[in-house]
């Protein structure tokens, strides 16, 4: 029998992505909620990938120069 191999994202939780992204939580809460920031609900666990995180704040720096 083989096996298929996923690979899984790192997923950290919300206090810990607020932390990585030097917010509080509460804006962490509003980014997902406004669709800047990906995340991954697992049940009732909201959970978020650190290069997912990343990827979207250089969406967010690029919309910010262009649009001055």
């Known amino acids: 029998m083989q096996t298929n191999d996923v690979a ?7 206090s810990e992505a607020a932390k990585f992204l030097k917010i509080s939580q509460r804006n962490l ?3 997902r909620n406004k669709g ?5 609900r697992i049940g009732k666990s909201i959970r978020y990938s650190r290069e997912k995180l990343l990827a979207a ?3 967010a720096r ?3 120069y262009a649009y001055p």
């Open 8 to 14: 899984l994202p790192n997923l950290i939780r919300e």
């Open 29 to 31: 809460i509003r980014l």
């Open 36 to 40: 800047t920031v990906p995340y991954y």
């Open 57 to 59: 704040l250089e969406v």
């Open 62 to 64: 690029e919309v910010e």
